[in-house]
């Protein structure tokens, strides 16, 4: 594995290293509807003439470790098959390094994936990661490095969560009944009787910007939740992160805005700011952080754009 130093991101792409494709799947990314075609998925990728192995992991943070280990022992390109959360697992390992990254968007929520230019369906997906491979081919892309109190370092490919939506979040993931969606669904009506909002401290390239917020979303890529255009003018190669700010919205006036989201109009909105930076200084009190829709940092967290961190297989 080689690192890629900061300077050398704008730089050509590398070459893609020789040696295996190692793939981490989730079977129960998009609770489950693509699970029957991940024998097709490792033909359509092996068509690139290189050994294919599949990782096994039992678990989150084991899928983490596999794809460390894979990535230190000298594979030539890493794929994951699922979602966002599957796509974020396997970010810990290849960014800021050689190793070229291709998502198989095969979950509830593909958006890393789909901004990066993937097609939706996996199975082109997979034909694009392959003659990717084949004409050993790359494509940089920028990635979010958030920085914990205690230093603990995390990267993410899409927007980082730290307002209403990672609060509704961490509620479900505490709660064991009910399960499946009806879960979360229960978790956004206790929060939204709960809801008030929160003060933060922005720093925004060491500019300081105390504000009472309801959402705020530092954005490398322009959408989560499946396709929720929250950061709507994100871009992932320029360097740079989108934060939108969602200010004191009462319980109607977020219900009225929360499906303009989709379409990227809620930032029309009175009450919600927008910002750009290379690097956001975020802290709150009592508030989880949730990046690519996985569970991340306890604010205070530093955000970096890292420009070209990853190296795309398309």
């Not at 291709?102 to 997979?126: E, K």
């Not at 205690?150 to 927007?159: C, N, S």
Request: hydrophobic share 45%; proline share 6%; net charge neutral.
């Amino acid at each position: 594995m080689l690192a890629v130093t900061a300077d050398d991101h704008r730089s050509a792409a590398p070459a893609v290293p020789d040696g295996p494709v190692a793939v981490l799947a989730n079977p129960t990314a998009g609770r489950g509807r693509h699970r029957g075609l991940l024998p097709r998925l490792l033909d359509r990728l092996g068509s690139a003439g290189r050994p294919v192995r599949l990782l096994e992991a039992r678990s989150a943070e084991e899928a983490e470790a596999v794809c460390h280990e894979a990535v230190t022992e000298g594979i030539g390109a890493l794929v994951s098959v699922g979602g966002d959360g599957t796509v974020h697992r396997a970010l810990q390992a290849v960014a800021g390094t050689t190793v070229p990254f291709g998502p198989v968007p095969a979950g509830t929520g593909n958006d890393f994936a789909l901004d990066t230019g993937f097609p939706a369906d996996p199975l082109a997906a997979a034909d694009v990661i392959a003659a990717a491979l084949l004409e050993g081919r790359t494509s940089p892309v920028d990635l979010g490095r958030m920085t914990g109190a205690d230093g603990t370092v995390r990267w993410y490919g899409a927007v980082l969560a730290a307002g209403f939506d990672a609060i509704v979040n961490e509620r479900a993931n505490r709660m064991r009944w009910p399960r499946g969606p009806r879960r979360y669904d229960l978790a956004i009506l206790v929060e939204l009787a709960r809801l008030r909002p929160r003060r933060y401290t922005l720093r925004l390239d060491g500019v300081s910007h105390e504000l009472d917020a309801v959402l705020v979303a530092v954005g490398n890529g322009a959408c989560y939740g499946g396709r929720m255009r929250i950061c709507p003018a994100a871009d992932l190669t320029d360097g740079l992160l989108d934060v939108v700010v969602g200010g004191r919205f009462d319980r109607r006036t977020l219900l009225r805005v929360k499906p303009r989201i989709y379409a990227g109009t809620h930032v029309e909105h009175p009450l919600v700011r927008s910002f750009r930076a290379r690097t956001v200084e975020l802290s709150a009190e009592g508030i989880t952080t949730y990046a690519d829709g996985e569970r991340a940092l306890d604010l205070p967290v530093t955000i970096t754009a890292v420009p070209g961190a990853v190296h795309l297989l398309r």
